[in-house]
């Protein structure tokens, strides 16, 4: 089931995966890009991280950069781990996997405000459950992410603006 998405006010959306320069770092960069060209900047707050702190503050992997500019989205973000605090300072928190999923479910305690969903339960136009970890793979892992990655973002702007009938030219 796709989680409902909040419907007033800001909306914090925090994309995870294993060490965070790979998939949540690409997650982030094309969910910014397309609500930066929606004009929602403003609205949206989008971050990354990853369930292990072993890359924290590397920037993101060096193939995925390359993969994320080709298709015009520049990867900014330094690594990070998880924390339980991100559980309730996000509405929408985004696994990658099912290992993140297990792993975040872990952090949460009880009264979590953040909703935990898998990435690809947004994804219209590919069938995979999952993002696959392309770390130890070569170039074309990058490309499966990427393409997993604008098909999913695209959905979750998409649902979020037909939900909330949010125009930014008439609500200024
Ligand atoms: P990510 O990819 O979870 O998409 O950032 C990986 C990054 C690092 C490792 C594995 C996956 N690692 O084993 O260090």
């Known amino acids: 089931m796709v989680p409902d998405l909040p419907r007033v006010g800001l909306v914090k959306i ?9 998939r949540s770092p690409a997650a982030e960069g094309v969910m910014t890009k397309l ?13 990354s991280a990853g369930t292990i702190g072993m890359h924290a503050g590397n920037p993101a992997d060096v193939r995925m950069q390359t993969a994320a500019r080709k298709r015009g989205v520049a990867l900014t973000s330094r690594a990070r781990q998880i924390w339980t605090a991100d559980l309730d300072r996000f509405d929408l928190i985004l696994a990658m996997d099912r290992s993140n999923f297990g792993d975040i479910g872990l952090l949460a305690g009880k009264s979590r405000r953040a909703e935990v969903a898998l990435f690809c339960e947004f994804c219209t136009r590919h069938r995979e459950i999952e993002v696959p970890d392309p770390y130890y793979g070569g ?19 998409r649902l979020w603006r037909e939900e909330k009938r949010w125009n930014p030219s008439t609500n200024a």
């Open 139 to 157: 170039p074309e892992g990058f490309e499966k992410v990427l393409d997993l990655l604008e098909d999913g973002c695209a959905e979750i702007l």
């Open 14 to 22: 925090l994309f995870v995966c294993l060490g965070n320069i790979c």
């Open 35 to 47: 609500v930066t060209e929606a004009g929602l900047e403003q609205v949206w707050e989008i971050d």
